[in-house]
């Protein structure tokens, strides 16, 4: 299907999306089932086969964060890609990628944590630590957690 109006098309692409690789360092990727829908860019703890399977992950427990894979449908209003019950999730263990804040002032150094609803945010609490923010953003806006 051909483009029907030059008006939809522009040059302010989003610079990434949650889910997907920062850079080229060093890093580990693991593969998964999914034992629920996991979106890219969500934390994931092991599920209830944890040699194989993978959860959406909270301030409990944390495995790593789900990448964005070319093999997943990206709509084109960016929300909906997902991973379904028994695809396969690649996670990324160590190194670094994008993910969506959940607070409005994350700044580049400060420690990352993951909430209980599954989200990243720079307030300690109750929450658990996966690493530090390499840039800075605010909520709902992408940013980079580094993973230690």
């Keep these: 299907m051909s483009q029907s109006e030059a008006s939809t098309y522009g040059f302010n692409l989003d610079v990434a999306q949650a889910g997907q690789k920062y ?3 060093p890093d580990v990727v693991q593969s998964f089932a999914a034992e629920e829908a996991i979106e890219p860019g969500q934390p994931v ?3 209830t086969d944890p040699e ?3 959860l959406v992950g909270d301030e409990t427990t944390f495995l790593g964060i789900a990448l ?3 093999t997943l449908t990206q709509p084109l209003d960016g929300d909906g890609a997902q991973y379904d019950i028994g695809e396969a999730v690649s996670v990324l ?3 670094a990628a994008y993910v969506t804040s959940s ?3 994350v700044v580049a150094g400060e420690t990352a944590y993951v909430t209980a609803a599954g989200e990243y945010t720079n307030v300690e609490g109750s ?3 996966i690493g530090t923010f390499i840039t800075s953003g ?3 806006d992408l940013v980079v957690v580094e993973l230690s």
């Design 23 to 25: 850079d080229l360092r």
């Design 45 to 47: 703890q092991r599920g």
């Design 52 to 54: 194989n399977q993978v």
């Design 68 to 70: 964005f894979t070319h």
């Design 93 to 95: 263990t160590e190194g």
């Design 103 to 105: 607070v409005s002032d």
């Design 127 to 129: 929450n658990l630590a």
């Design 138 to 140: 605010g909520e709902n």
